[in-house]
């Protein structure tokens, strides 16, 4: 675990963007198949009608074995979009297996733009995010674009919604003791790893 006292957010991303694009393909492929083990039979996936996930870029965990038994098992999926503008926001469209996708202006597949496929964020039942780091008391420090945090907004201004549960997902590697939080930084209700959830 890394210690965050004397790190700006800059070099806290920095270092844990170095530590989980060190992994090598098998040991991406095991921490894929252990993070598969530790949700695909949660109740928290299970119950899920409405799951949003991502695919993984810059060393980031895989969620894509989570993505196909949700698939399978008839749960609807859906990948964040980009917005062309303003480009600082993003959506949630639903997506099928085998659908075709193109790459965003970040170079990240995404599905082709569809008004009709996309849900509302509060609609979601859970979402899987992304993060560069993680603390054990629901902390995340994203790639610092701010999309997620700017997409969960709303949640400021209706403390009792519960909707969608937030799970960060992440390789062990990308745990600090404690990240201080932004006033804009929207907390997890837990981080699940390969090896356990936090």
Not at 97 to 124: C, D, G, T, V
Not at 187 to 194: G, I, S
């Amino acid at each position: 675990m890394l210690e965050a006292n004397d790190l700006t957010r800059a070099q806290l991303r920095r270092l844990l963007r170095k530590a989980r694009s060190a992994l090598d393909a098998p040991a991406q492929r095991r921490a894929a198949q252990g993070l598969y083990r530790q949700l695909s039979h949660h109740p928290r996936f299970r119950r899920a009608r409405h799951i949003a996930l991502y695919l993984p870029n810059d060393g980031e965990i895989d969620p894509r074995p989570l993505l196909r038994a949700a698939q399978r098992r008839g749960k609807a999926t859906y990948l964040p979009v980009l917005n062309h503008w303003p480009r600082s926001k993003m959506v949630f469209q639903r997506v099928r297996a085998h659908e075709k996708m193109i790459p965003n202006r970040f170079r990240i597949p995404e599905p082709k733009r569809s008004r009709a496929q996309q849900r509302k964020i509060w609609a979601l039942d859970l979402i899987l995010l992304p993060l560069v780091g993680f603390d054990r008391h629901g902390g995340r420090l994203g790639m610092g674009g701010g999309f997620y945090d700017r997409s969960l907004g709303y949640r400021d201004m209706r403390k009792n919604w519960h909707k969608p549960t937030l799970l960060g997902l992440a390789h062990e590697c990308q745990q600090v003791d404690r990240l201080t939080m932004a006033s804009w930084d929207v907390p997890l209700e837990a981080t699940v790893t390969d090896k356990g959830w936090y």
